[in-house]
């Protein structure tokens, strides 16, 4: 699907200024969308929106259909957090969790709301279900839950639902809260002229109400343990693979029902929104199987996935879907042969584009075609900044005369001395004749390591980055719309 020329910013609600801690969809979302209007962006990308478990991941959500009730404006609440550019996840749960009590306390159901209600019950009922019984263990696993409840044994079910019907309510108001709020936020977008890009994993977390409602649909054992698990090989971030702790679908079950759980995912995500990311393409072509028990993806082994028959699936469902495919790590013919079939734009990332052993040439700007969507970095990098001034030895398995030959190939094909190396990278970016553009947000305000948002492979102390509204100055919004100006975006 061919995209108009754009520019875009990636920054996650979480990262948004707030008095609560952590960024949410209430005002200071609206008055950062005011600053892309401003800076003549026309494209904002969010990570994914999902309730977060493990790590506080976006990409290991209870659910692939809900919303995060962490990102719930609650007026007139405010959490007193330590640091403005730092989200301290336990914290900030814990006191929002009696915020929202309060809300739901309060909460007088209304028509919208049973509407909202009948038109999500095909995930909505699981999901307010499952949170409902893991808080009632605990926060613990669901393999943990007491056997009747892990099995969903029909009069296990029917009893928990009689007497905490309560909690399982609070649940549902919770989501059409957040639903309402994200609603109105991407009605503005849509009212300035930004469309709201989203992010769909190929995964879902093991600790899902997923998972839990379709165990036939993933490869489990009679206990719900997992028998192989998702991950990648050894790649740039890690000599031992990354271990994703993922299920794998049993690809089989699915295409025997039509694909229809993936369907019902791509319609609510473009319900939601404009354009989608769809994480880990590669995966669809063939992924790297790892057996269940192992702890590196180092014994693992590519098997083939659904490719073309599921991606003809969603089209016949859902007519021609604007996609991009995340096309990164080891990607072989078939890998492009099926994105350029489905006539999908892949991704380059600037900071791959130097690599002394010209494994990088790939990501330059002068091999680009039109449709591509070009990142000086992703979420899964350092910042710009960071990339540049430090070692980089124990980010990724460059040795540091890898990095002093990069960075030199970097100067001489940017001409460069290095200064102000983001703003090389992004000029660059936005020169170039790729369609789409997508800056984040750290890059544009020039910030170091400090404001990473993940380590791939790291478990703990992700996702964490906030800016401050003194940070983004009517200065490095003009300069950034002068750019913006100049390359036709």
């Not at 050894?234 to 759980?261: C, I, V």
């Not at 040795?399 to 001395?417: G, M, P």
């Amino acid at each position: 699907m061919k995209f108009p020329r754009s520019a875009g910013v990636l920054l996650h609600p979480t990262s948004l200024p707030s008095a609560n801690g952590i960024g949410d969809l209430g005002p200071d979302a609206f008055r950062f969308l005011d600053r892309l209007v401003e800076a003549g962006v026309t494209l904002w990308q969010v990570l994914p929106l999902g309730p977060t478990g493990y790590g506080d991941s976006p990409y290991q959500s209870f659910s692939a259909f809900a919303g995060n009730p962490l990102l719930i404006h609650i007026p007139g609440a405010s959490i007193a957090t330590g640091n403005p550019h730092h989200v301290d996840f336990a914290a900030v749960a814990a006191t929002k969790r009696a915020q929202l009590a309060q809300v739901v306390a309060r909460f007088v159901p209304d028509d919208r709301y049973a509407h909202f209600v009948r038109r999500q019950q095909e995930w909505l009922d699981d999901f307010a279900l499952f949170m409902a019984i893991k808080q009632q263990h605990g926060g613990s696993e669901w393999t943990q839950w007491s056997p009747p409840l892990a099995a969903r044994d029909p009069n296990a079910i029917a009893a928990f639902r009689a007497s905490h019907a309560t909690e399982i309510e609070a649940v549902r108001i919770e989501q059409y809260v957040f639903f309402r709020q994200f609603t109105a936020l991407k009605d503005a977008c849509m009212g300035r002229g930004v469309r709201l890009m989203g992010d769909v994993p190929i995964y879902v977390a093991h600790d899902s109400a997923d998972v839990w409602a379709h165990r036939e649909l993933f490869q489990l054992d009679a206990k719900g343990a997992l028998i192989v698990q998702a991950g990648v090989p050894p790649d740039y971030f890690s000599e031992t693979g990354q271990l994703w702790g993922n299920p794998l679908y049993d690809w089989d079950a699915l295409r025997k029902n039509g694909y229809a759980w993936w369907i019902a995912r791509m319609r609510a995500a473009f319900s939601m929104f404009d354009i989608v990311r769809l994480d880990h393409f590669r995966g669809f072509e063939a992924y790297w199987e790892v057996p269940g028990h192992d702890r590196t993806a180092v014994n693992g082994r590519w098997v083939k996935g659904p490719g073309v028959t599921l991606f003809d699936a969603l089209t016949s469902a859902l007519g021609p879907m604007p996609i991009v495919a995340e096309n990164l790590g080891l990607i072989t013919p078939e890998v492009e042969a099926l994105r350029e079939h489905m006539a999908y734009p892949g991704m380059s990332i600037l900071q791959f584009a130097f690599g002394a052993d010209g494994a990088g040439k790939e990501f330059q700007p002068h091999t680009y075609p039109t449709d591509r969507v070009v990142y000086t970095g992703t979420h899964d990098n350092d910042t710009t900044l960071g990339w540049w001034t430090s070692d980089g030895v124990g980010d990724s398995t460059r040795t540091r005369l890898d990095i002093e030959n990069e960075h030199a190939l970097a100067r001489r094909y940017l001409d460069t001395d290095g200064t102000e190396m983001h703003w090389t990278l992004i000029r660059a970016a936005l020169a170039s004749v790729a369609d789409t553009v997508l800056i984040p947000m750290q890059d544009i305000l020039g910030l170091g390591s400090e404001a990473r948002m993940n380590f791939p492979g790291r478990s703990s102390g992700n996702w964490t980055f906030r800016f401050s509204w003194e940070q983004l100055t009517p200065s490095i919004v003009t300069r950034l719309r002068d750019l913006v100006t100049l390359y036709d975006r």
